[in-house]
């Protein structure tokens, strides 16, 4: 057994008893109150539902895949089921202005009424007219105003004649035009006879001719102001019968609609309209030039209808462009011309959830600068404009309709790092989302978190409509929630992960035709997982196996350590075992990462690496200057590689190659260090382990010899969730463990040799790994200095 110190099988893995659950099923667990783990965004989202003020929406972060969705959209429906319902919007023709066209609001079903009653209207309207100007009373009234002006005419026309025929002049209507001829003994004379007349009887007949036709000029001249009279009276008569016609139409859309004062107000303009065309109605078809009907003038184009909501609206845009989100007008073609009109508006989803609340993907909403700036506008603004400026280009007119009054909270749903981007780069978003939803990754794994957390998963399993699972069913899932956590006090509530298990082992289960879940179908699903994307990790221990990459876990090597790294290809990760060397020689002092001189090193390793070299420097010949060229690198990687959670083992690298004390390869070990030698926490130990065991196991395990095992930060023992075959392993002595807390405490496990303590006089005991890498450093420094003088 190893004479250091090693975490036992109990250690490794916290297991969930299931006779915590009183259950027989999860078909008997009542669904939790709120939203299971998630105290600090329930309260947030509660605030931000409650308060009222220019800007307080909402931006839901966390990770994708923690149902931010699923939560928010729940957490509000449940609110705005008790909300009152939205109103409804309609556009209607603006008569003054056809190109403003107005806005309409009414009480939720209203404005399906009233498209219904309007459209009814437009029905009637045609035969009332008709029956109107058919009528007895409108013919005999025209009759009256057309005899009149006859008579007029008719009068100033017999006194004309009777003048001119006392001066032999005779006046005759041919075609409602007058001619003028003369007379002789009271008989017409034609031209023979005229000539046959004297020049003085000539004369006379001519000037008498000149008289008679002024005088019909100045009699005349008041016939144009005759007929326009005629005109005027003709069109007040059309107008007092046209509105006596409408008049009960009117009246009985009064009746439903008069106490909105904006629909009293356009039925008031509907009549007017209807008086000012009466003449196309009834003389016409009543279709206008592009075929549409004179009738549709008088519709409604019902844009928003909560006719069959109950209580405020919750909706999600999954489509986030401008005109999705502000609406849009459409077009017609109308001889070549792209024409609109109020029919063909179209709401955008401010619109629709105007009145309640609108859930955006935030990602989505920013890839259009223009839809971002939309919105602000009209969050600021607090009404929805429809901008048609984008359009205006297909059409030689276009709209400007009346803005709508904007009552919505609009509910953002993003990552951490967009949260963080935003308010960076964007000056007004906090001005605009004041209120922060941050959505919590794990709960605690105490005895309420996992009895409220089986209820999150039964309520899961409802939803999809799965089979229940049995208690040592919900114990595997509790473990493997831990598991992903990455703690065992820990429960992720990822709740995308958590479907996808549940879907899977219900798979399973109904493959067996079971009735409910059982712990194997969880254990079967997690394996199968598991199988479908382990083929790169079985390559790898494949080449490993074979030689092809060189990685020992037997007997020993002077500078070379077993680092452990984490893959992710996709959904499953796996832990790799990288062969990390060092070598040293007489320098100036250098601690050369390779990684970092090609470029395949990123920021944080070699963040690790400056760490390492100044832990070397204050630990080892603190009055002399280093005078070492030391490299370090990991062998046969050809990939980028960040992080610092292979410092550690880097830094034993190094000593075991200044102290040219073998390492034993059994051991591999992962993580972090400070300048004083302390070991860090790092993630995803649960996976670096089991890379380890898999390649030792692969190779073969014996209980009788020491057993490999891997060092890690005490600081992660909390975190470890190990599978079943690692936990059995340690329980058998093939496979240990071992928490170190010092890359002292690492080297001496490693080397299997004491480090030594400095004493008293400072220093470090004689034949100690701590002494014979300071002796050899002080060597180097000495072989320095006489080169030095030397040269």
């Not at 025209?142 to 006392?166: C, M, N, T, Y």
């Not at 089986?454 to 040592?472: C, F, H, N, S, Y």
């Not at 390779?594 to 963040?607: D, T």
Request: glycine letters at 8%; one cysteine or more.
């Amino acid at each position: 057994m190893p004479s250091f110190e090693t975490l036992s099988a109990e250690a490794v893995r916290t297991c969930c008893d299931p006779s915590v659950f009183s259950f027989a099923s999860t078909a008997e667990v009542e669904p939790p109150e709120g939203i299971v783990g998630q105290a600090r965004a329930a309260e947030a989202i509660r605030f931000g539902m409650e308060i009222r003020g220019v800007g307080y929406n909402l931006f839901a972060r966390g990770p994708t895949g923690m149902g931010k969705h699923y939560f928010v959209r729940r957490f509000l429906s449940s609110k705005a089921a008790s909300m009152p319902s939205a109103s409804d919007w309609c556009y209607v023709e603006n008569f003054k202005d056809p190109k403003k066209p107005r806005a309409l609001r009414l009480l939720a079903g209203e404005g399906r009424r009233l498209c219904a009653d309007l459209k009814q209207f437009a029905t009637e309207l045609k035969p009332a007219l008709e029956i109107a100007f058919e009528g007895e009373k409108f013919r005999a009234q025209r009759s009256d105003i057309e005899r009149h002006f006859r008579h007029e005419r008719a009068q100033v026309l017999d006194g004309i004649k009777r003048r001119a025929r006392g001066l032999n002049i005779v006046l005759v209507e041919v075609e409602q035009s007058m001619q003028l001829s003369f007379l002789k003994d009271n008989e017409p004379l034609n031209d023979d006879g005229f000539k046959a007349l004297s020049v003085e009887e000539q004369d006379l007949l001519q000037s008498n001719m000149r008289k008679v036709y002024e005088m019909l000029q100045s009699e005349l001249r008041c016939m144009p102001q005759w007929e326009r009279e005629k005109r005027k009276q003709l069109k007040q008569l059309e107008e007092e019968i046209a509105r006596a016609a409408i008049e009960p139409l009117i009246q009985e859309l009064m009746k439903l609609y008069g106490s909105h004062s904006g629909v009293a107000e356009h039925l008031d303009t509907v009549a007017d309209d209807v008086v000012d065309v009466v003449a196309q109605i009834v003389g016409d078809d009543g279709d206008d030039a592009d075929g549409s009907s004179l009738f549709d003038r008088y519709g409604a184009n019902l844009i928003v209808d909560n006719a069959e909501s109950e209580g405020a609206p919750v909706l999600f845009e999954d489509r986030v462009g401008l005109g999705e989100l502000v609406g849009r007008l459409e077009y017609r073609s109308t001889m070549g011309v792209m024409e609109t009109d109020y029919s063909l508006i179209k709401p955008g989803a401010l619109h629709r959830a105007n009145g309640g609340y609108l859930i955006i993907e935030a990602r989505r909403l920013l890839k259009d600068d223009e839809v971002w700036e939309a919105l602000k506008r009209s969050l600021r603004s607090q009404s929805i404009r429809i901008d048609s400026g984008q359009q205006r280009s297909l059409s030689t007119e276009s709209l400007e309709p009346d803005p709508i009054p904007l009552d919505v909270k609009v509910v953002l749903i993003g990552e951490r790092s967009l949260y963080a981007l935003l308010c960076d780069a964007e000056p007004e978003f906090t001005k605009f989302f004041k209120v922060l939803v941050d959505f919590e990754e794990d709960m605690p794994r105490d005895a309420a978190g996992v009895q409220a957390f089986a209820g999150l998963v039964a309520t899961l399993i409802r939803k999809e409509g799965l089979l229940p699972l049995d208690p040592g069913a919900m114990g595997q899932v509790v473990e493997a929630a831990a598991r992903d956590a990455e703690h065992a006090g820990k429960l992720s509530i990822h709740v995308q992960q958590l479907f996808d298990l549940l879907r899977e082992s219900d798979f399973f289960a109904s493959q067996a035709q079971r009735e409910v879940v059982t712990r194997a179908d969880v254990e079967r699903a997690l394996a199968a997982s598991e199988y479908r994307a382990g083929r790169l990790r079985e390559r790898i221990i494949e080449e490993v196996l074979e030689g092809v990459r060189h990685i020992r876990s037997t007997g020993c090597a002077v500078g070379q350590v077993n680092g452990l790294s984490v893959v992710r290809p996709g959904r499953v990760a796996f832990g790799k075992v990288g062969r990390i060397t060092s070598t040293v020689r007489l320098g100036r002092g250098e601690v050369i990462d390779i990684e970092r001189e090609v470029e395949l090193g990123g920021p944080l390793h070699s963040k690790g690496i400056l760490i390492l070299a100044g832990y070397l420097g204050q630990r080892y010949c603190p009055q002399q200057p280093l005078a070492l060229d030391a490299r370090l690198v990991f062998e046969q990687s050809y990939g980028g590689i960040d992080g610092d959670s292979a410092t550690a083992a880097e830094m034993c690298a190094l000593l075991s190659a200044l102290a040219e004390a073998p390492v034993f390869q059994r051991y591999a070990m992962t993580g972090s260090m400070d300048q004083y030698g302390r070991i860090q926490a790092v993630g995803g130990v649960n996976e670096k382990i089991e890379g380890f065991f898999e390649l030792c196991q692969a190779r073969g395990l014996d209980a009788e010899e020491e057993p490999p095992g891997v060092l890690l930060p005490r600081s992660n023992v909390a975190h470890l969730m190990l599978k079943p075959e690692v936990v059995e392993a340690v329980a058998a002595g093939s496979f240990c463990i071992a928490p170190i807390e010092t890359v002292d405490q690492a080297l001496e496990i490693l080397c299997a040799h004491p480090v030594g303590e400095r004493d008293a006089e400072g220093r470090f005991p004689e034949h100690s790994l701590n002494a014979r890498i300071e002796s050899r450093l002080e060597r180097f420094a000495q072989t320095a200095q006489r080169w030095g003088r030397r040269e």
